[in-house]
């Protein structure tokens, strides 16, 4: 039995050690956020916060899990649904075309700008290496600078 907080709400998993966060959260708990893409934690599809962490849930075992605190796309918003400055800045700069990536530059995006409030685009290039193969990346930009802009006003 593993016990880890998700979106706020302490779960007990009767799931092996080594089975991938990404699958936990998708088939023992229905979260289907976290995408899977290249399941080598390269392409971000299926981050997720781990306390507060930008983190492969493909490349993390529900044992390294343990005890943590994972945020996934959907928890971003608050308890009473209001959506995250970041999922306004996403919505505002018409950023997703399929979609299907959109969740991990979510959880990647609010990691950075609690880290670094107002980056540059070399610090964007810098800490958001996930892929969309629809080619979304100037209105990601675009978006995580009004995000900045909107948590600089309050
Ligand atoms: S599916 Fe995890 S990084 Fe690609
Ligand atoms: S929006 Fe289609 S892969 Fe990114």
Known sequence: MITLTVNGSVID??????KPLLWALREDLGILGAKYGCGVAQ???????VDGRSSPSCA????????????????????????????RAWIDE??????????????AATALLARVPSPTDADIDEAITNICRCGTYPRIRRAIHRASAMLAEG
């Open 13 to 18: 998993l009767a799931a092996p050690d080594d």
């Open 94 to 107: 018409q950023v997703p075309q399929c979609g299907f990536c959109q969740p991990g530059f979510l959880v």
């Open 43 to 49: 392409c971000g599809a299926c981050r997720v916060l």
């Open 60 to 87: 993390i075992s529900l044992g390294e899990v343990a005890g943590a605190s994972v945020i996934t796309a959907e928890g971003l918003a608050g308890a009473d649904g209001a959506l995250s400055v970041v999922q």
